[in-house]
């Protein structure tokens, strides 16, 4: 009877606190009422029926609770309600996505940094902030089966190596599909994204950040040389040539902004019909109390006593970087810990894009 009242208690906690649970944090709980022996005794039961996970060597939670669990070390509440999740990707690890509803919250589109020549860019809110690693956007579309389509050779055309098709960001009347068809290529030093495909998520393609985007700044991704006519960026450099005065100018005014009547916000108006879908949701104007999407736990961070006793500190540090894979680049910003010192990584290059605005 004692086993089936404690198994209860147990699961309920880990359903109500959602993270990962110690039998030193259970006995903490229960106000030292139960001996840790017991709790030990009645977890490893628990998990041989069934009922709980081993989520690594001392911590447990329910097998319902596992990916909450991950989302709550990995993620902070307030981006949580902004509705950043986890997605899966091919190399079994979790990273941080902005799935489709969401991008509003965290992006918004007006001139591109780059000149008036450059038309619209998308933009990172100023009261955000994202880590490297993390899935930006998704760049979504018309499916297109043949590049001898006309509309297969577009400015606006992804082509998708998984599957073989080609994804055009905007429709037959040039109204845009997704805030990724805003993103502009500044050359390979300035690119703080990439597209990238994954095999779990065939026929699709994601924007993914290759280095901490800071608020406010601009996403920029590589089309690749040959998608502007050269072979090279270095020779694009050499034959670059300033915009004239017409098309500056009639690429200014496919800028111009106006003012929503339904919630006051200033949207270009290329931008209308995609801020039709989402106008007035209060969560894209929240302010954060905290920058920074990844929570402070022995998960992602070394405790001050386990950075003082030689003989935690081990043990600390392999839990405080236990969600990292270093195969895997998309977790390394998982700890806040710094894993990486003088290892040489990239993403792979899995994905092919073309995108202008």
Same mark, same amino acid.
């Given at each position: 009877?004692?086993?089936?009242?404690?198994?209860?208690?147990?699961?309920?906690?880990?359903?109500?606190?959602?993270?990962?649970?110690?039998?030193? *944090?259970?006995?903490?709980?229960?106000?030292?009422?139960?001996?840790? !022996?017991? #709790?030990?005794?009645?977890?490893?039961?628990?998990?041989?029926?069934?009922?709980?996970?081993?989520?690594?060597?001392?911590?447990?939670?329910?097998?319902?609770?596992?990916?909450?669990?991950?989302?709550?070390?990995?993620?902070?509440?307030?981006?949580? &309600?902004?509705?950043?999740?986890?997605?899966?990707?091919?190399?079994? /690890?979790?990273? &941080?996505?902005?799935?489709?509803?969401?991008?509003?919250?965290?992006?918004?589109?007006?001139?591109?940094?780059?000149?008036?020549?450059?038309?619209?860019?998308?933009?990172?809110?100023? *009261?955000?902030? %994202?880590?490297?690693?993390?899935?930006?956007?998704?760049?979504?579309?018309?499916? #297109?089966?043949?590049?001898?389509?006309?509309?297969?050779?577009?400015?606006?055309?992804?082509?998708?190596?998984?599957?073989?098709?080609?994804?055009?960001?905007?429709?037959?009347?040039?109204?845009?599909?997704? #805030?990724?068809?805003?993103?502009?290529?500044?050359?390979?030093?300035?690119?703080?994204?990439?597209?990238?495909?994954?095999?779990?998520? /065939?026929?699709?393609?994601?924007?993914? !950040?290759?280095?901490?985007?800071?608020?406010?700044?601009?996403?920029?991704?590589?089309?690749?040389?040959?998608?502007?006519?050269?072979?090279?960026?270095?020779?694009?450099?050499?034959?670059?040539?300033?915009?004239?005065?017409? %098309?500056?100018?009639?690429?200014?005014?496919?800028?111009?902004?106006?003012?929503?009547? &339904?919630?006051?916000?200033?949207?270009?108006?290329? %931008?209308?019909?995609?801020?039709?879908?989402?106008?007035?949701?209060?969560?894209?104007?929240?302010?954060?109390?905290?920058?920074?999407? #990844?929570?402070?736990?022995?998960?992602?961070?070394?405790?001050?006593?386990?950075?003082?006793?030689?003989?935690?500190?081990?043990?600390?540090?392999?839990?405080?970087?236990?969600?990292?894979?270093?195969?895997?680049?998309?977790?390394?910003?998982?700890?806040?810990?710094?894993?990486?010192?003088?290892?040489?990584?990239?993403?792979?290059?899995?994905?092919?894009?073309?995108?202008?605005?």
């Amino acid at each position: 009877m004692l086993y089936e009242a404690l198994s209860r208690v147990i699961g309920d906690m880990c359903v109500r606190l959602g993270v990962p649970l110690t039998v030193r *944090s259970i006995s903490l709980l229960l106000d030292n009422t139960i001996r840790e !022996a017991l #709790l030990e005794v009645t977890c490893q039961r628990m998990v041989e029926e069934g009922k709980l996970i081993q989520v690594d060597k001392d911590s447990y939670t329910t097998r319902n609770m596992r990916f909450a669990c991950r989302v709550n070390l990995l993620i902070s509440r307030e981006y949580q &309600r902004l509705g950043m999740t986890l997605l899966h990707t091919d190399a079994g /690890s979790e990273v &941080r996505y902005i799935p489709a509803g969401a991008e509003h919250r965290f992006f918004e589109v007006r001139p591109s940094s780059i000149g008036a020549h450059a038309g619209l860019g998308l933009f990172l809110r100023s *009261s955000r902030r %994202v880590p490297q690693g993390c899935v930006l956007c998704e760049y979504r579309g018309r499916t #297109l089966t043949s590049a001898a389509s006309s509309a297969a050779k577009g400015v606006y055309v992804v082509r998708v190596r998984s599957s073989g098709t080609f994804i055009d960001g905007v429709t037959a009347t040039g109204e845009h599909l997704s #805030l990724a068809t805003f993103i502009n290529d500044h050359g390979p030093l300035r690119a703080n994204a990439q597209l990238m495909e994954y095999d779990s998520h /065939s026929g699709r393609v994601f924007i993914v !950040a290759i280095r901490d985007i800071a608020p406010a700044e601009e996403i920029f991704v590589v089309y690749g040389a040959t998608y502007w006519g050269f072979s090279s960026y270095e020779e694009l450099k050499e034959h670059l040539v300033p915009p004239s005065a017409p %098309v500056s100018k009639a690429t200014t005014a496919l800028s111009q902004a106006t003012t929503c009547r &339904r919630c006051g916000e200033v949207v270009p108006w290329r %931008v209308l019909r995609l801020h039709s879908d989402v106008c007035g949701d209060p969560l894209t104007s929240t302010l954060l109390l905290n920058l920074d999407c #990844l929570p402070r736990s022995e998960y992602t961070a070394v405790c001050t006593a386990g950075r003082i006793l030689a003989g935690e500190r081990v043990r600390a540090f392999h839990k405080a970087t236990s969600l990292v894979s270093l195969s895997d680049p998309q977790t390394l910003a998982h700890t806040f810990e710094d894993i990486v010192q003088d290892l040489e990584f990239c993403f792979t290059d899995d994905a092919e894009g073309k995108g202008s605005s």
